[in-house]
């Protein structure tokens, strides 16, 4: 279960307002070289979304996002999803997240929110907003106080910038909009995520 994303060091986050594009935009995703989505729930058919994903796309390790309830995440959980991914932790939201046998990613944005999701049972965390917090010199910062606490940076992420936290060893993957923002699945340009997810994936292997 750990090992999910290991192969995975981007990790795309999606808004699907049409359930009839997910397949499609999985198929881009992996012409680029990449296997996992995070779906969030911030539009109406999302979970709709995601089970086409589920049904259609087998070798995509699949996660859903922006969980912000107990009721979130038995929605995701009735989806067969692989992980799910919060944008920070709540007492509710926190024992909902225990209680789950899928991998869970919660998010948190300061040293003291990484130790008690650690103290929660999460040794893997989501920084948010990581641009806005103090990107990848945060984490660098933690790493010698909190080495059994790796992150996955959101928020602010980009080809250009990628690197800076992927060269880190307490990050795990990173995650955004930019390779498939919600414009272009709403375009159906295919291509250009295509591209970008290969953009993505080859400035990872460098
Ligand atoms: C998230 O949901 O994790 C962030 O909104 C992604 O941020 P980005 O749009 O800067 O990639």
């Known amino acids: ?33 990449i ?20 049904k259609h796309c087998p070798k995509m390790i699949l996660g859903v996002g922006t969980v912000l309830t107990p009721d979130d995440v038995l929605r995701s959980e009735d989806t067969g ?20 046998e899928l991998l869970v990613l919660p998010g948190t944005a300061t040293p003291s929110e990484a130790l008690s999701a650690y103290e929660a049972g999460f040794d893997k965390v989501k920084l948010f907003p990581a641009g806005a917090v103090g990107g990848a010199n945060l984490i660098k910062s933690v790493y010698a106080p909190m080495p059994n606490i790796s992150f996955m940076p959101t928020g602010g992420v980009r080809v250009s910038n990628m690197n800076d936290y992927l060269s880190l060893p307490n990050v795990y993957a990173v995650g955004g909009t930019w390779i498939a923002s919600q414009a272009l699945i709403n375009a159906q340009d295919w291509d250009a995520i295509e591209k970008n997810a290969k953009d993505a994936m080859d400035m990872a292997a460098t």
């Not at 994303?5 to 992996?30: G, R, T, W, Y």
């Not at 296997?35 to 589920?54: F, H, P, S």
């Open 35 to 54: 296997n996992a989505i995070e779906v969030t729930l911030r539009t109406e058919k999302a979970i709709e979304a995601i089970t086409e994903i589920k």
């Open 81 to 100: 999803s692989d992980f799910l991914v919060s944008p920070g932790l709540s007492p509710k939201l926190q024992a909902a997240l225990q209680a789950t």
């Open 1 to 33: 279960m750990s090992d999910l994303l290991s192969k995975s060091p981007v990790i795309p986050v999606v808004a699907i307002d049409n359930p009839a594009h997910a397949v499609a935009l999985c198929e881009a995703l992996q012409r680029g070289g």
